[in-house]
Protein backbone atom coordinates (compact mmCIF):
# COMPACT_ATOMS: atom_id res chain seq x y z
CA UNK A 1 0.00 0.00 0.00
CA UNK A 2 2.93 2.19 1.11
CA UNK A 3 4.96 1.11 -1.97
CA UNK A 4 1.90 2.17 -4.34
CA UNK A 5 1.18 5.65 -2.47
CA UNK A 6 5.02 6.06 -3.15
CA UNK A 7 4.72 5.39 -6.93
CA UNK A 8 1.57 7.34 -7.46
CA UNK A 9 3.93 10.24 -5.84
CA UNK A 10 6.51 9.57 -8.36
CA UNK A 11 4.15 10.00 -10.93
CA UNK A 12 3.10 13.01 -10.06
CA UNK A 13 6.32 14.77 -9.85
CA UNK A 14 7.00 13.79 -12.97
CA UNK A 15 4.13 15.25 -14.60
CA UNK A 16 4.45 18.70 -12.32
CA UNK A 17 7.33 20.31 -14.58
CA UNK A 18 4.96 19.63 -17.57
CA UNK A 19 2.11 22.50 -16.99
CA UNK A 20 1.90 23.30 -20.53
CA UNK A 21 0.53 20.02 -21.21
CA UNK A 22 -3.00 20.45 -20.83
CA UNK A 23 -2.89 23.35 -22.80
CA UNK A 24 -1.78 21.73 -25.81
CA UNK A 25 -4.33 19.35 -25.96
CA UNK A 26 -6.06 22.33 -27.06
CA UNK A 27 -10.00 22.42 -27.52
CA UNK A 28 -12.30 20.29 -25.12
CA UNK A 29 -12.12 16.68 -24.82
CA UNK A 30 -15.78 15.24 -26.41
CA UNK A 31 -15.95 11.79 -24.19
CA UNK A 32 -18.98 10.43 -26.77
CA UNK A 33 -17.04 11.41 -30.06
CA UNK A 34 -14.22 9.53 -28.76
CA UNK A 35 -15.84 6.42 -27.29
CA UNK A 36 -18.41 6.09 -30.41
CA UNK A 37 -15.67 6.69 -32.67
CA UNK A 38 -14.16 3.34 -31.36
CA UNK A 39 -16.73 1.12 -30.97
CA UNK A 40 -18.78 2.01 -34.27
CA UNK A 41 -17.81 1.00 -38.26
CA UNK A 42 -16.18 3.42 -40.33
CA UNK A 43 -15.14 3.92 -43.92
CA UNK A 44 -11.43 4.01 -42.49
CA UNK A 45 -9.47 2.47 -39.96
CA UNK A 46 -7.84 5.39 -38.04
CA UNK A 47 -4.86 4.48 -36.07
CA UNK A 48 -3.70 7.21 -34.55
CA UNK A 49 -3.40 11.42 -34.57
CA UNK A 50 0.06 13.05 -34.83
CA UNK A 51 0.39 16.49 -34.08
CA UNK A 52 -2.94 17.51 -35.59
CA UNK A 53 -2.64 15.06 -38.22
CA UNK A 54 -4.54 11.67 -38.39
CA UNK A 55 -3.03 8.88 -39.93
CA UNK A 56 -6.00 6.60 -41.02
CA UNK A 57 -6.05 3.97 -43.16
CA UNK A 58 -8.38 4.85 -46.02
CA UNK A 59 -11.14 1.70 -47.11
CA UNK A 60 -12.45 0.81 -50.51
CA UNK A 61 -16.18 1.88 -50.72
CA UNK A 62 -18.34 -0.35 -52.59
CA UNK A 63 -21.61 1.19 -53.41
CA UNK A 64 -24.50 -0.51 -55.72
CA UNK A 65 -26.49 2.59 -57.01
CA UNK A 66 -27.45 2.41 -60.45
CA UNK A 67 -24.73 0.06 -61.33
CA UNK A 68 -21.58 -0.79 -59.56
CA UNK A 69 -19.58 1.82 -57.96
CA UNK A 70 -15.78 1.66 -56.69
CA UNK A 71 -13.87 3.95 -55.01
CA UNK A 72 -11.08 5.21 -52.05
CA UNK A 73 -13.18 7.09 -49.15
CA UNK A 74 -10.78 9.62 -49.76
CA UNK A 75 -12.38 10.50 -53.22
CA UNK A 76 -15.73 10.30 -52.19
CA UNK A 77 -16.71 13.79 -52.89
CA UNK A 78 -15.15 13.36 -56.39
CA UNK A 79 -17.30 9.92 -56.56
CA UNK A 80 -20.78 12.17 -55.91
CA UNK A 81 -21.16 10.37 -52.16
CA UNK A 82 -20.68 12.35 -49.05
CA UNK A 83 -21.65 11.52 -45.35
CA UNK A 84 -24.52 12.00 -44.00
CA UNK A 85 -25.51 12.79 -40.32
CA UNK A 86 -25.27 9.12 -38.71
CA UNK A 87 -21.45 8.92 -40.74
CA UNK A 88 -23.01 6.72 -43.82
CA UNK A 89 -22.41 7.50 -47.28
CA UNK A 90 -25.42 8.95 -49.43
CA UNK A 91 -25.72 10.34 -52.92
CA UNK A 92 -24.14 13.75 -52.91
CA UNK A 93 -27.10 14.98 -55.17
CA UNK A 94 -30.27 13.06 -53.65
CA UNK A 95 -29.10 12.19 -50.40
CA UNK A 96 -30.47 8.87 -50.32
CA UNK A 97 -28.96 5.78 -48.85
CA UNK A 98 -27.38 3.67 -51.92
CA UNK A 99 -27.17 0.03 -51.48
CA UNK A 100 -23.90 0.33 -49.60
CA UNK A 101 -21.77 -3.14 -49.50
CA UNK A 102 -18.39 -1.29 -48.73
CA UNK A 103 -15.24 -2.70 -46.93
CA UNK A 104 -15.46 -0.54 -43.65
CA UNK A 105 -13.37 -1.23 -40.65
CA UNK A 106 -15.30 -3.99 -39.11
CA UNK A 107 -15.39 -5.67 -42.63
CA UNK A 108 -11.63 -5.33 -42.72
CA UNK A 109 -11.35 -6.44 -39.33
CA UNK A 110 -13.47 -9.45 -40.17
CA UNK A 111 -11.75 -10.49 -42.95
CA UNK A 112 -8.02 -9.96 -41.41
CA UNK A 113 -9.68 -12.07 -38.29
CA UNK A 114 -11.25 -15.06 -39.93
CA UNK A 115 -7.70 -15.12 -42.41
CA UNK A 116 -5.70 -15.25 -39.62
CA UNK A 117 -8.16 -18.47 -38.21
CA UNK A 118 -8.56 -19.97 -41.22
CA UNK A 119 -4.74 -20.47 -41.02
CA UNK A 120 -4.27 -21.19 -37.93
CA UNK A 121 -6.67 -24.20 -38.15
CA UNK A 122 -5.40 -25.63 -41.56
CA UNK A 123 -2.04 -25.34 -39.69
CA UNK A 124 -2.80 -27.41 -37.08
CA UNK A 125 -5.00 -29.98 -39.61
CA UNK A 126 -1.84 -30.14 -41.52
CA UNK A 127 -0.07 -31.21 -38.31
CA UNK A 128 -2.21 -34.19 -37.80
CA UNK A 129 -1.78 -34.69 -42.19
CA UNK A 130 1.66 -34.67 -41.69
CA UNK A 131 1.86 -36.83 -38.46
CA UNK A 132 0.54 -40.32 -37.08
CA UNK A 133 -1.32 -39.36 -34.10
CA UNK A 134 -1.15 -42.41 -32.69
CA UNK A 135 2.87 -42.43 -32.24
CA UNK A 136 3.62 -39.05 -31.78
CA UNK A 137 1.76 -36.38 -28.85
CA UNK A 138 0.73 -33.07 -30.95
CA UNK A 139 3.32 -30.38 -30.60
CA UNK A 140 3.28 -26.70 -31.72
CA UNK A 141 0.20 -24.63 -32.51
CA UNK A 142 -1.44 -28.25 -32.64
CA UNK A 143 -0.33 -29.50 -28.90
CA UNK A 144 -1.86 -25.70 -28.57
CA UNK A 145 -4.87 -25.69 -30.11
CA UNK A 146 -5.73 -29.68 -29.69
CA UNK A 147 -6.36 -29.15 -26.03
CA UNK A 148 -9.00 -26.22 -26.34
CA UNK A 149 -10.98 -28.39 -29.20
CA UNK A 150 -10.96 -31.12 -27.14
CA UNK A 151 -12.42 -29.24 -24.35
CA UNK A 152 -14.87 -27.43 -26.72
CA UNK A 153 -15.77 -30.64 -28.31
CA UNK A 154 -16.29 -33.03 -25.49
CA UNK A 155 -17.51 -31.24 -22.51
CA UNK A 156 -19.64 -28.75 -24.33
CA UNK A 157 -20.45 -30.01 -27.44
CA UNK A 158 -20.75 -33.55 -27.08
CA UNK A 159 -22.82 -33.03 -23.39
CA UNK A 160 -25.02 -30.22 -24.87
CA UNK A 161 -26.14 -32.00 -28.32
CA UNK A 162 -26.09 -35.19 -27.18
CA UNK A 163 -25.14 -38.64 -29.58
CA UNK A 164 -25.19 -36.78 -33.13
CA UNK A 165 -22.71 -34.01 -32.18
CA UNK A 166 -20.52 -35.63 -34.27
CA UNK A 167 -22.75 -34.09 -37.25
CA UNK A 168 -22.58 -30.30 -35.55
CA UNK A 169 -19.24 -30.45 -34.08
CA UNK A 170 -17.79 -28.41 -36.93
CA UNK A 171 -20.39 -25.45 -36.99
CA UNK A 172 -19.80 -25.13 -32.96
CA UNK A 173 -16.19 -25.12 -33.15
CA UNK A 174 -15.96 -22.83 -36.04
CA UNK A 175 -18.66 -20.44 -34.37
CA UNK A 176 -16.26 -20.43 -31.05
CA UNK A 177 -13.10 -19.87 -32.39
CA UNK A 178 -14.27 -17.07 -34.99
CA UNK A 179 -16.23 -15.45 -31.49
CA UNK A 180 -13.38 -15.91 -29.66
CA UNK A 181 -10.30 -14.66 -32.58
CA UNK A 182 -12.48 -11.65 -32.83
CA UNK A 183 -13.06 -11.02 -29.16
CA UNK A 184 -9.32 -11.07 -28.78
CA UNK A 185 -8.35 -8.90 -31.97
CA UNK A 186 -10.78 -6.19 -30.35
CA UNK A 187 -8.84 -6.24 -27.41
CA UNK A 188 -5.54 -5.28 -29.02
CA UNK A 189 -5.38 -1.35 -29.56
CA UNK A 190 -3.60 -1.23 -32.73
CA UNK A 191 -4.15 -1.46 -36.31
CA UNK A 192 -4.98 -5.27 -37.03
CA UNK A 193 -6.88 -5.77 -33.72
CA UNK A 194 -9.22 -3.01 -32.27
CA UNK A 195 -12.26 -3.39 -34.14
CA UNK A 196 -15.02 -3.59 -32.33
CA UNK A 197 -16.47 -6.72 -34.31
CA UNK A 198 -18.15 -8.75 -31.98
CA UNK A 199 -19.06 -5.97 -30.81
CA UNK A 200 -21.36 -5.00 -33.96
CA UNK A 201 -24.93 -6.44 -33.50
CA UNK A 202 -24.50 -7.25 -37.93
CA UNK A 203 -22.08 -9.58 -36.55
CA UNK A 204 -23.80 -10.97 -33.98
CA UNK A 205 -27.15 -11.23 -35.98
CA UNK A 206 -25.04 -13.57 -38.61
CA UNK A 207 -24.05 -15.40 -36.23
CA UNK A 208 -27.71 -15.84 -33.86
CA UNK A 209 -28.85 -16.78 -37.51
CA UNK A 210 -26.29 -19.52 -38.11
CA UNK A 211 -27.57 -21.04 -34.91
CA UNK A 212 -31.25 -20.48 -36.19
CA UNK A 213 -30.83 -22.05 -39.06
CA UNK A 214 -28.58 -24.87 -37.36
CA UNK A 215 -31.40 -25.65 -34.84
CA UNK A 216 -34.46 -25.03 -37.22
CA UNK A 217 -33.36 -27.28 -40.25
CA UNK A 218 -32.29 -30.17 -38.83
CA UNK A 219 -34.53 -30.34 -35.80
CA UNK A 220 -36.58 -33.79 -35.60
CA UNK A 221 -40.11 -34.39 -35.71
CA UNK A 222 -40.57 -34.93 -31.90
CA UNK A 223 -38.98 -30.60 -31.58
CA UNK A 224 -41.46 -29.75 -34.02
CA UNK A 225 -44.34 -31.38 -32.27
CA UNK A 226 -43.50 -30.45 -29.55
CA UNK A 227 -43.59 -26.89 -30.90
CA UNK A 228 -47.10 -27.20 -32.72
CA UNK A 229 -48.76 -29.41 -30.71
CA UNK A 230 -47.00 -29.69 -27.15
CA UNK A 231 -48.31 -31.81 -24.41
CA UNK A 232 -50.40 -29.78 -22.46
CA UNK A 233 -53.91 -29.42 -22.10
CA UNK A 234 -55.76 -29.41 -25.03
CA UNK A 235 -57.42 -25.86 -24.05
CA UNK A 236 -53.82 -24.05 -24.46
CA UNK A 237 -53.64 -25.65 -27.81
CA UNK A 238 -57.22 -24.89 -28.68
CA UNK A 239 -56.64 -21.63 -27.88
CA UNK A 240 -53.26 -21.89 -29.35
CA UNK A 241 -51.23 -20.08 -25.98
CA UNK A 242 -48.47 -22.61 -26.27
CA UNK A 243 -47.66 -22.68 -29.80
CA UNK A 244 -47.30 -19.79 -30.14
CA UNK A 245 -45.29 -19.26 -27.20
CA UNK A 246 -43.12 -22.04 -28.12
CA UNK A 247 -42.81 -20.50 -32.11
CA UNK A 248 -41.99 -17.62 -30.20
CA UNK A 249 -39.24 -19.49 -28.61
CA UNK A 250 -37.49 -20.13 -31.33
CA UNK A 251 -36.75 -16.81 -32.36
CA UNK A 252 -35.93 -15.52 -28.89
CA UNK A 253 -33.31 -18.59 -28.23
CA UNK A 254 -31.51 -16.58 -30.91
CA UNK A 255 -32.21 -13.40 -30.19
CA UNK A 256 -30.71 -13.71 -26.92
CA UNK A 257 -27.82 -15.35 -28.13
CA UNK A 258 -27.28 -11.84 -30.39
CA UNK A 259 -27.85 -9.48 -27.57
CA UNK A 260 -25.58 -11.51 -25.37
CA UNK A 261 -22.73 -11.43 -27.08
CA UNK A 262 -23.42 -8.05 -28.68
CA UNK A 263 -23.93 -6.24 -25.47
CA UNK A 264 -21.43 -7.95 -22.98
CA UNK A 265 -18.57 -7.02 -26.08
CA UNK A 266 -19.64 -3.73 -26.09
CA UNK A 267 -19.69 -3.17 -22.81
CA UNK A 268 -16.69 -4.16 -22.26
CA UNK A 269 -15.12 -1.58 -24.89
CA UNK A 270 -16.91 0.99 -23.78
CA UNK A 271 -15.87 0.40 -20.15
CA UNK A 272 -12.36 0.02 -20.90
CA UNK A 273 -12.51 3.22 -23.01
CA UNK A 274 -14.31 5.18 -20.53
CA UNK A 275 -11.39 4.42 -17.60
CA UNK A 276 -8.83 5.14 -20.52
CA UNK A 277 -10.89 8.37 -21.59
CA UNK A 278 -10.51 9.63 -17.55
CA UNK A 279 -6.77 11.09 -18.77
CA UNK A 280 -7.84 12.76 -21.57
CA UNK A 281 -10.82 14.68 -19.64
CA UNK A 282 -8.79 15.64 -17.06
CA UNK A 283 -5.69 16.69 -19.43
CA UNK A 284 -7.08 20.40 -18.82
CA UNK A 285 -7.43 20.68 -15.32
CA UNK A 286 -3.75 20.66 -14.64
CA UNK A 287 -0.96 18.11 -14.05
CA UNK A 288 -2.04 17.08 -10.42
CA UNK A 289 -6.10 16.41 -11.00
CA UNK A 290 -4.74 14.65 -14.24
CA UNK A 291 -2.30 12.86 -12.63
CA UNK A 292 -3.84 10.79 -10.20
CA UNK A 293 -6.70 9.66 -12.41
CA UNK A 294 -4.03 8.89 -14.93
CA UNK A 295 -2.51 6.69 -12.62
CA UNK A 296 -5.85 5.21 -11.38
CA UNK A 297 -6.94 4.47 -15.13
CA UNK A 298 -4.03 3.10 -16.32
CA UNK A 299 -4.27 0.48 -12.92
CA UNK A 300 -7.92 0.23 -13.47
CA UNK A 301 -6.91 -0.13 -17.36
CA UNK A 302 -5.01 -2.95 -16.85
CA UNK A 303 -7.11 -5.09 -14.61
CA UNK A 304 -9.93 -4.62 -17.47
CA UNK A 305 -7.82 -5.84 -20.13
CA UNK A 306 -7.48 -8.67 -18.18
CA UNK A 307 -11.27 -8.69 -17.64
CA UNK A 308 -11.20 -8.63 -21.23
CA UNK A 309 -9.45 -11.23 -21.98
CA UNK A 310 -11.61 -13.56 -19.64
CA UNK A 311 -14.58 -12.32 -21.39
CA UNK A 312 -13.98 -12.42 -24.56
CA UNK A 313 -13.07 -16.60 -23.98
CA UNK A 314 -16.55 -16.87 -21.37
CA UNK A 315 -18.25 -15.24 -24.19
CA UNK A 316 -17.31 -17.50 -27.01
CA UNK A 317 -17.80 -20.35 -24.85
CA UNK A 318 -21.08 -19.60 -23.98
CA UNK A 319 -22.40 -18.66 -27.16
CA UNK A 320 -21.33 -21.95 -28.22
CA UNK A 321 -22.54 -24.27 -24.95
CA UNK A 322 -25.70 -22.43 -25.91
CA UNK A 323 -25.59 -22.84 -29.65
CA UNK A 324 -25.29 -26.25 -28.79
CA UNK A 325 -27.58 -26.40 -26.25
CA UNK A 326 -30.52 -25.39 -28.39
CA UNK A 327 -28.97 -28.23 -31.12
CA UNK A 328 -29.32 -30.81 -28.68
CA UNK A 329 -33.04 -29.08 -27.63
CA UNK A 330 -34.20 -30.22 -31.32
CA UNK A 331 -32.59 -33.85 -31.44
CA UNK A 332 -34.18 -35.13 -28.73
CA UNK A 333 -35.60 -38.28 -28.33
CA UNK A 334 -39.68 -38.82 -27.23
CA UNK A 335 -39.94 -39.12 -23.76
CA UNK A 336 -41.90 -42.40 -23.02
CA UNK A 337 -45.22 -41.26 -21.71
CA UNK A 338 -45.42 -39.91 -18.18
CA UNK A 339 -48.63 -38.83 -18.25
CA UNK B 1 -23.59 4.45 -37.85
CA UNK B 2 -26.06 3.40 -34.85
CA UNK B 3 -25.22 0.64 -32.26
CA UNK B 4 -28.50 -1.31 -32.57
CA UNK B 5 -29.26 -1.18 -36.48
CA UNK B 6 -27.61 -3.91 -37.91
CA UNK B 7 -26.17 -2.07 -41.13
CA UNK B 8 -26.45 -3.95 -44.63
CA UNK B 9 -22.90 -3.56 -45.68
CA UNK B 10 -21.70 -5.19 -42.66
CA UNK B 11 -24.13 -8.35 -42.65
CA UNK B 12 -23.68 -8.78 -46.33
CA UNK B 13 -20.24 -9.35 -45.79
CA UNK B 14 -20.48 -10.67 -42.18
CA UNK B 15 -22.57 -13.61 -43.98
CA UNK B 16 -19.84 -14.01 -46.99
CA UNK B 17 -16.89 -14.39 -44.33
CA UNK B 18 -18.31 -16.46 -41.89
CA UNK B 19 -19.92 -18.51 -44.39
CA UNK B 20 -16.51 -19.31 -46.25
CA UNK B 21 -14.88 -19.71 -42.87
CA UNK B 22 -16.99 -22.02 -41.83
CA UNK B 23 -16.96 -23.87 -44.71
CA UNK B 24 -13.44 -24.13 -45.39
CA UNK B 25 -12.80 -25.19 -41.26
CA UNK B 26 -15.63 -27.54 -41.80
CA UNK B 27 -14.17 -29.39 -44.60
CA UNK B 28 -10.79 -29.23 -44.33
CA UNK B 29 -10.05 -28.00 -40.44
CA UNK B 30 -12.01 -29.46 -37.65
CA UNK B 31 -13.20 -32.83 -39.06
CA UNK B 32 -9.56 -33.64 -39.48
CA UNK B 33 -8.43 -32.26 -36.13
CA UNK B 34 -11.40 -34.20 -34.50
CA UNK B 35 -11.47 -37.30 -36.34
CA UNK B 36 -7.67 -37.06 -35.23
CA UNK B 37 -8.04 -36.92 -31.50
CA UNK B 38 -10.93 -39.29 -31.55
CA UNK B 39 -8.93 -41.82 -33.14
CA UNK B 40 -6.27 -41.27 -30.61
CA UNK B 41 -8.72 -41.19 -27.63
CA UNK B 42 -9.88 -44.69 -29.23
CA UNK B 43 -6.57 -45.87 -29.43
CA UNK B 44 -6.06 -45.19 -25.78
CA UNK B 45 -9.07 -46.44 -24.35
CA UNK B 46 -8.78 -49.89 -26.77
CA UNK B 47 -5.19 -50.36 -25.60
CA UNK B 48 -6.11 -49.55 -22.01
CA UNK B 49 -8.87 -52.20 -22.51
CA UNK B 50 -6.30 -54.58 -24.12
CA UNK B 51 -3.37 -53.70 -21.20
CA UNK B 52 -6.38 -54.92 -18.59
CA UNK B 53 -7.19 -57.91 -20.54
CA UNK B 54 -3.56 -59.15 -20.72
CA UNK B 55 -3.32 -58.31 -16.95
CA UNK B 56 -6.39 -60.63 -16.61
CA UNK B 57 -4.98 -63.37 -18.27
CA UNK B 58 -1.65 -63.09 -16.99
CA UNK B 59 -3.85 -63.44 -13.72
CA UNK B 60 -5.67 -66.12 -14.74
CA UNK B 61 -2.18 -67.78 -15.99
CA UNK B 62 -0.58 -67.28 -12.73
CA UNK B 63 -3.30 -69.06 -11.61
CA UNK B 64 -3.39 -71.97 -13.58
CA UNK B 65 0.02 -72.37 -12.96
CA UNK B 66 -0.57 -71.91 -8.85
CA UNK B 67 -3.03 -75.14 -9.77
CA UNK B 68 -1.33 -76.69 -11.31
CA UNK B 69 1.97 -77.14 -9.08
CA UNK B 70 -0.37 -77.56 -6.23
CA UNK B 71 -2.27 -80.62 -8.26
CA UNK B 72 1.80 -81.70 -9.00
CA UNK B 73 2.15 -81.52 -5.50
CA UNK B 74 -1.12 -83.41 -4.01
CA UNK B 75 0.25 -85.81 -6.77
CA UNK B 76 3.23 -86.45 -5.48
CA UNK B 77 1.88 -86.80 -1.73
CA UNK B 78 -0.42 -89.60 -3.04
CA UNK B 79 2.44 -91.56 -4.81
CA UNK B 80 4.46 -91.24 -2.21
CA UNK B 81 1.83 -92.52 0.54
CA UNK B 82 0.29 -95.19 -1.65
CA UNK B 83 4.65 -95.77 -2.18
CA UNK B 84 4.66 -96.37 1.30
CA UNK B 85 1.56 -98.33 1.57
CA UNK B 86 2.67 -100.72 -1.04
CA UNK B 87 5.77 -101.13 1.31
CA UNK B 88 4.19 -102.04 3.97
CA UNK B 89 1.59 -104.57 2.25
CA UNK B 90 4.45 -106.02 0.74
CA UNK B 91 6.39 -106.36 3.73
CA UNK B 92 3.63 -107.77 5.94
CA UNK B 93 2.55 -110.04 2.79
CA UNK B 94 6.27 -111.46 2.89
CA UNK B 95 6.02 -111.77 7.00
CA UNK B 96 3.19 -113.75 6.55
CA UNK B 97 4.29 -115.73 3.58
CA UNK B 98 7.48 -116.70 5.70
CA UNK B 99 5.39 -117.28 8.26
CA UNK B 100 3.49 -119.68 6.51
CA UNK B 101 6.48 -121.37 5.06
CA UNK B 102 7.96 -121.90 8.29
CA UNK B 103 4.91 -122.81 9.50
CA UNK B 104 4.93 -125.87 7.13
CA UNK B 105 8.27 -126.55 7.03
CA UNK B 106 7.55 -127.04 10.65
CA UNK B 107 4.58 -129.09 9.95
CA UNK B 108 6.22 -131.26 7.46
CA UNK B 109 9.54 -131.86 9.53
CA UNK B 110 6.62 -132.42 12.21
CA UNK B 111 4.79 -135.19 10.33
CA UNK B 112 8.35 -136.68 9.19
CA UNK B 113 9.39 -136.82 12.60
CA UNK B 114 6.00 -138.73 13.17
CA UNK B 115 6.75 -140.53 10.13
CA UNK B 116 9.92 -142.13 11.54
CA UNK B 117 8.99 -142.72 15.02
CA UNK B 118 6.30 -144.84 13.49
CA UNK B 119 8.82 -146.50 11.27
CA UNK B 120 10.76 -146.85 14.43
CA UNK B 121 8.30 -148.55 16.25
CA UNK B 122 7.21 -150.74 14.09
CA UNK B 123 11.13 -151.86 12.99
CA UNK B 124 11.10 -151.83 16.83
CA UNK B 125 8.32 -154.01 17.14
CA UNK B 126 9.47 -156.43 14.35
CA UNK B 127 12.96 -156.68 15.78
CA UNK B 128 11.55 -157.46 19.14
CA UNK B 129 9.19 -159.84 17.93
CA UNK B 130 12.08 -161.48 15.71
CA UNK B 131 13.87 -161.34 18.82
CA UNK B 132 11.21 -162.76 20.86
CA UNK B 133 10.49 -165.63 18.16
CA UNK B 134 14.50 -166.54 18.42
CA UNK B 135 14.42 -166.84 21.91
CA UNK B 136 11.19 -168.71 21.83
CA UNK B 137 12.91 -170.62 18.86
CA UNK B 138 16.02 -171.39 20.99
CA UNK B 139 14.03 -172.20 23.70
CA UNK B 140 11.84 -174.60 21.95
CA UNK B 141 14.70 -175.92 20.10
CA UNK B 142 16.13 -176.71 23.68
CA UNK B 143 13.22 -178.39 24.60
CA UNK B 144 12.31 -180.58 21.41
CA UNK B 145 16.25 -181.65 21.38
CA UNK B 146 15.06 -183.64 24.69
CA UNK B 147 12.09 -185.56 23.13
CA UNK B 148 11.71 -187.00 20.06
CA UNK B 149 7.72 -187.03 20.44
CA UNK B 150 8.12 -183.05 20.97
CA UNK B 151 10.53 -182.70 17.44
CA UNK B 152 7.64 -185.11 15.69
CA UNK B 153 5.48 -182.28 16.87
CA UNK B 154 7.15 -179.35 15.63
CA UNK B 155 7.50 -180.94 11.89
CA UNK B 156 3.64 -181.57 12.58
CA UNK B 157 3.33 -177.92 12.86
CA UNK B 158 5.93 -176.42 10.46
CA UNK B 159 3.71 -178.62 7.64
CA UNK B 160 0.85 -177.12 9.09
CA UNK B 161 2.38 -173.62 8.67
CA UNK B 162 3.33 -174.40 5.58
CA UNK B 163 -0.17 -175.39 4.41
CA UNK B 164 -1.52 -172.97 5.60
CA UNK B 165 0.71 -170.43 3.34
CA UNK B 166 -0.36 -172.54 0.76
CA UNK B 167 -3.57 -172.46 1.54
Not at chain 1, 58 to 78: M, N, Q, T, Y
Not at chain 1, 119 to 142: F, Q, T
Not at chain 1, 295 to 322: K, P, R, S
Not at chain 2, 45 to 69: C, K, P
Amino acid sequence: MRRAFGIALALLAMLLPSPSMAAESGSAFNMTEFIFGHISDSYEWHITTVKGKEIAIPLPCIVIDGGLKVFSFHDREAAGYTLNDNGKLVNASTLERPLDISITKNVLGLIIDSVLLVVLILLCARWYRRHDPLKEAPSGLAGLLEPVIVMIEQDVIKDAVGPEYEKYSPYLLTAFFFILINNLMGILPVFPGGANITGNIAVTLVMALFTFFMVNLFGNKHYWKEILWPDVPVFLKAIPIMPVIEILGMFTKPFSLMIRLFANMLAGHIMLLSVIALIFLTASMGPVLNGSPSFVAVLFGIFLDCLELLVAFIQAYVFTMLSAVFIGLAHQKPETETN
Amino acid sequence: MSLITPDFGLLFWMVVIFGVVFLILAKFGFPIITKAVRKRSDHIAESLRAAEEARLNLERFAEDQNRLVERARAERAEILKSATEERNALISKAHEEASAEAAKVLQAAREEIEAERQLAKRELKAEVSALSVAVAEKIVRKELEKNEEQKALLDKFVDEAVNGQVN
